[in-house]
């Protein structure tokens, strides 16, 4: 088990009239233990296409080390707050070189494992929630392999975001049971964190990411 | 990533740079047919720019994409300024300014005059009087052999159509990451800001599939484009590519095996020193033609001469007749149906 598997977030379990303190900076998460997650920039060599291997053979990205993720349960739904520094912020797509700031949680589709590395495969699919800047609501895609993530046109998932004083405070949250991932199997579930820096033109598999599961717990 | 079946046919089109009046109504009506949704305001799937010139975007064979040594060149995609906006005009400033003449100013988003939009540089040419000279060059998606934009998309958002060779974007597949557009080294991919997808020209791949050719071939009142299936060897592209090699690809250094092809432009002599016509020297320099399009010109421009001769000195061309093409259903291969005829019903079914 690497260091990064071992990271284990805790969810806390609040009272359903809390969730309106949940917000980006609401005052509930001052009460919360928000956890450093190690990031790392996703390897090259995996990216799944010539061209961008190529024309980032040169190029620095991932530089992001690192990124707070707090969670908490309150009433049915699970809230998962990211924050990052972003001293250039990317609030939106507004030209064509332009892209937004973006960041995702991925979680095993049955709860327990799937290799994270590939964002799954064709036997162990997995989730992701997606945030874009700009992008109003959140995505919600199943993927089964590099380059196979699909969208939802539905899903409960909702996202509420903040970039204040260089950092960028996003809080994703779902309803425990109905999101499509088994979230409350054994009590915990891997997930994995993706943080996408629009300023350096950042985008698909290019990106700052937790190289291994690390472990929610839930109430 | 997916390895999609070779297509089992390939269109292909050739576009005579000799007749090409500068017109636009090619441009115009791809823009009327398909790019006025919101987000496509300042796309031109369908392109004329007067050469010498910068093009659609600036400098656009300087922005890197397609294959070199057989490896991808990475690439840029340029600001939308850098294309041209679909700016508005400043009616209101005009009529209100109580001034007696002030003309009408194109307006940018920023509320700045654009410095950039398509065909920019129109008709200002090269060369130096008597010598200067310039010529129309028309693109649309050439839907390459080795489509850099394909193979550029980590996530399968292009395909190759099987049954004629077209490319496609998924539109369900396509996240908006724009390496497609960075790849493609003829910069005919746009990206639209409102749905975060890149588009392009689809070779108006519905009339095709109704036996319609594509609107900026069947609206060109130059008869500049032939198009039909390049294994069709009685169609035009095939004849005047591969029969009588006349027809070349563009910049074909950047390694993408594109299917539109051109005719070069066969300028007159250039004028010595004297006043005279120097029948040596072309008056279009041959090294821009040959950057353009290979070094297979000069062998291009030499039968396109000498077959005019031919038909000058009162003798008959079969490739002076297809370049003609009479009547003008000869340029369009199967792709003659007259869509104002179409069972529009039928076709949809």
Redo the contacts between chains.
């Keep these: 088990m690497t260091a990064a598997q071992a990271l284990q977030v805790r969810a806390a379990r609040l009272a359903a009239a809390q969730s309106s303190q949940l917000g980006p900076s609401g005052a509930a998460w001052n009460l919360l233990r928000e956890r450093d997650i190690p990031l790392e920039p996703t390897p090259l060599d995996r990216?799944?296409?010539?061209?961008?291997q190529?024309?980032w053979r040169e190029k620095t990205y991932g530089t992001l080390a690192v990124a707070g993720l707090t969670a908490a349960v309150a009433g049915p739904s699970l809230f998962l707050r990211l924050r990052w520094l972003a001293p250039e912020p990317r609030p939106a797509?507004?030209?064509?070189?332009?892209f937004a700031d973006a960041a995702a949680l991925l979680f095993p589709l049955n709860g327990v494992d799937a290799p994270l590395e590939t964002m799954g495969d064709e036997r162990h699919p997995v989730q992701a929630w997606h945030w874009r800047a700009g992008?109003g609501k959140p995505f919600v895609l199943n993927a089964t392999g590099?380059?196979?993530?699909t969208r939802f046109a539905h899903h409960p998932v909702e996202v509420a975001d903040e970039w204040a004083n260089g950092q960028w405070s996003v809080v994703f949250s779902g309803p425990l049971h109905e999101s499509g991932v088994a979230l409350t199997a054994a009590g915990s579930i891997p997930v994995g964190v993706a943080i996408w820096c629009g300023a350096r033109g950042e985008?698909?598999?290019l990106k700052s990411h937790t190289p291994a599961w690390i472990t929610l717990a839930l109430p | 990533m997916v390895t999609a079946p070779l297509p089992t046919r390939q269109l292909a089109m050739v576009f005579d740079l000799n007749k090409c009046l500068g017109c636009q109504s090619c441009t115009i009506a791809c823009k009327t047919l398909w790019t006025e949704a919101p987000g496509m305001e300042a796309m031109w799937w369908n392109i004329v720019n007067t050469l010498p010139g910068q093009g659609t975007p600036r400098d656009v064979f300087a922005h890197g994409g397609g294959y070199r040594d057989g490896l991808p060149v990475p690439g840029d995609f340029p600001p939308v300024r850098e294309w041209g906006e679909a700016w508005d005009f400043d009616y209101a400033g005009t009529f209100a300014s109580g001034e007696e003449r002030r003309p009408v100013q194109p307006l940018g988003k920023s509320g700045e005059p654009p410095s950039w939009g398509p065909n920019w540089d129109e008709d200002l040419g090269g060369g130096v009087y008597p010598n200067s000279y310039f010529f129309y060059l028309q693109q649309v998606c050439a839907n390459c052999s080795k489509p850099a934009c394909l193979e550029a998309c980590p996530r399968d958002g292009l395909y190759r159509r099987e049954e004629d060779g077209i490319i496609l974007i998924d539109e369900e597949r396509c996240h908006g990451y724009r390496f497609c557009a960075e790849a493609c080294p003829y910069k005919r991919i746009y990206f639209n800001p409102a749905r975060v997808i890149a588009q392009k020209c689809i070779a108006c791949y519905p009339r095709l599939e109704a036996g319609v050719a594509p609107a900026c071939v069947r609206q060109c009142p130059g008869r500049v484009r032939h198009v039909d299936y390049m294994d069709n060897r009685e169609g035009h592209p095939y004849r005047l590519v591969h029969e009588w090699k006349v027809a070349l690809p563009l910049r074909p250094d950047f390694g993408t095996e594109p299917n539109v092809f051109y005719v070069p432009p066969l300028a007159p002599p250039a004028f010595n020193a004297a006043g005279e016509f120097d029948d040596t020297a072309s008056r279009i320099p041959m090294d821009y033609l040959r950057e353009l399009f290979g070094p297979s010109v000069d062998d291009a421009l030499a039968t396109i001469q000498r077959e005019r001769e031919v038909v000058a000195s009162g003798g008959q061309s079969d490739l002076m007749d297809v370049l003609i093409s009479r009547d003008w259903n000869d340029l369009m291969g199967p792709f003659t149906q007259n869509p104002s005829e179409l069972d529009r019903q039928q076709a949809r079914a």
């Design positions: 990216q799944p296409s010539a061209y961008v190529t024309a797509i507004t030209d064509n070189d332009i992008a590099l380059g196979t993530a985008r698909a598999g």
